[in-house]
């Protein structure tokens, strides 16, 4: 959520920033709202302090024999004029918050206006694999070896399910470990957060109200959303609340994380050539890792995050490129980020299997998470960040076209090998 108090200060600012994302908005309205808002506090705040100092002189005219009739009539009419006017407050309050809750975030001051046009690729890894052979897809690869069950997915849930069966389980298996051991041995603390969360996490993350039907809802018995669960699109939904409402010790951040969950989404299934397979799905595998960092140390977080997928994806060997995003392909919540785009050679493109975000304190406003300034005393909000680490369901089609052979076996990559057992080939049983 962004600071009404820079809206107000700086409104031309957050306008052209706001624009740099496609948002257009005024702010004339919100303004003069909060400025009386800010009006009626002044006025009620007097109007308390007369009924405190009143109230305190009651008891010595009392004592004294003076008449306190109309006194107390005052008194009523102070505190009926209190009551209406904390009323009046309230409701600007609640009308000036939905205002700001639907804003995206101000994208950080180095990005490019626009959409994926102007995306920059920033860094590549590896060459683009050629074949002496007729290469095939993920999707007859996979049908093939038996190591997905595309049909049975269907039948089981419908268009946009599979199934792992055999070395395909065991493969998701493998790029799952080597996820989780990596971010333990880098200091990352583990989560498995629930997977049907309150309607106050997707606020916190951001992503309501603007994007409550891209979920999947386990409604509440009267249909209200905001007292029914949903299943979480992305562990991040989960980790950047952990520590919601809270005052975090500054000596304990950053704070690192990771999770490994399913994930739901229900915007995904179209049915593209370039989304077959395992491309687009409902549900798929992620490892997530969010840090609660420091503002002053909120970039040196930003880094270390990229720097960590991008080395999971060398491990891999496998060839992929490094993209800085334009203010307006950056989602709704995020100030910057970056994409990490896997190549798949029988589509002839690149598809995202990582973003990593810095938040800055957007969402930590939303969900009021904040760490005491051991210099200042004062509270400050915490930035949060988030990275995949990474999703699977585009990396395994990579890693069957990229390491396919002639005879139409899978080479292992060799960081999953020990996950399985020191297997160094998938081929057809």
């Known amino acids: 959520m962004l600071d009404i108090k820079l809206i107000t200060e700086d409104p031309e600012k957050v306008k052209a920033a706001l624009a740099k994302k496609g948002c257009i908005v005024d702010f004339a309205e919100i ?40 006194i107390f009539k005052r008194m009523r009419e ?22 700001v809750a639907k804003l995206p975030n101000m994208p950080d001051d180095d990005l490019l206006p626009g959409e994926k046009e102007n995306n920059k690729v920033i860094k590549v890894f590896g060459e683009k694999p050629e074949f002496g052979f007729k290469a095939k897809n993920h999707v007859d690869l996979c049908t093939d070896l038996g190591i997905i069950d595309y049909e049975r997915g269907v039948k089981l849930s419908g268009n946009g399910y599979w199934l ?88 304990k951040l950053p704070m690192k994380f990771f999770a490994y969950t399913p994930c739901y989404r229900k915007e995904a299934g179209t049915y593209r050539a370039e989304e077959r397979g395992m491309i687009r799905g409902h549900q798929f595998n992620k490892v997530e890792m969010v840090q609660y960092a420091h503002p002053d140390k909120s970039r040196e977080a930003f880094e270390e995050l990229v ?41 002839g493109i690149y598809k995202e299997v990582s973003s990593v975000s810095n938040a800055n304190d957007y969402q930590a406003r939303r969900n009021n998470t904040r760490f005491r300034d051991k210099e200042t005393g004062k509270t400050r909000f915490v930035h949060t960040l988030n990275g995949s680490g990474l999703a699977t369901s585009r990396v395994f089609p990579a890693i069957i076209e990229q390491y396919q052979n002639a005879d139409g076996s899978i080479t292992v990559p060799e960081a999953l090998r020990p996950y399985m057992g020191g297997q160094e080939v998938i081929k057809k049983l």
Not at 78 to 99: H, L, M, P, S, V
Not at 172 to 198: K, Q, R, V
Not at 318 to 341: N, P, V, W
Request: glycine share 8%; charged share 30%.
């Open 31 to 70: 303004i003069a709202l909060d400025a009386e808002r800010k009006k009626i506090m002044a006025e009620t705040e007097k109007l308390k302090a007369e009924r405190n100092k009143v109230s305190a002189e009651i008891p010595r005219l009392k004592k004294e024999g003076k008449p306190v009739d109309e």
């Open 78 to 99: 102070i505190g009926d004029e209190i009551t209406a006017g904390d009323a009046k407050i309230n409701d600007y309050q609640t009308r000036i918050t939905d205002f």
């Open 164 to 251: 792992y069966r055999g070395d395909g389980a065991r493969l998701e298996w493998a790029l799952l470990n080597y996820f989780i051991n990596t971010h333990l041995s880098d200091g990352y603390e583990m989560i498995l957060p629930p997977h049907m969360l309150g309607y106050n996490c997707g606020f916190g993350a951001g992503q309501f109200p603007k994007f409550t039907d891209e979920v999947y809802w386990v409604d509440s018995e009267d249909g209200d959303k905001k007292r029914a669960k949903f299943m979480l699109p992305t562990a991040e939904t989960a980790l950047v609340n952990m520590y919601s409402g809270e005052i975090i010790d500054e000596d």
């Open 307 to 347: 720097n960590k997928a991008c080395r999971l994806m060398e491990g891999l060997g496998l060839h992929f490129r490094l993209s800085k995003l334009a203010a307006g392909d950056c989602s709704a919540s995020m100030a910057r980020t970056y994409d990490i785009e896997v190549w798949i050679p029988s589509m």
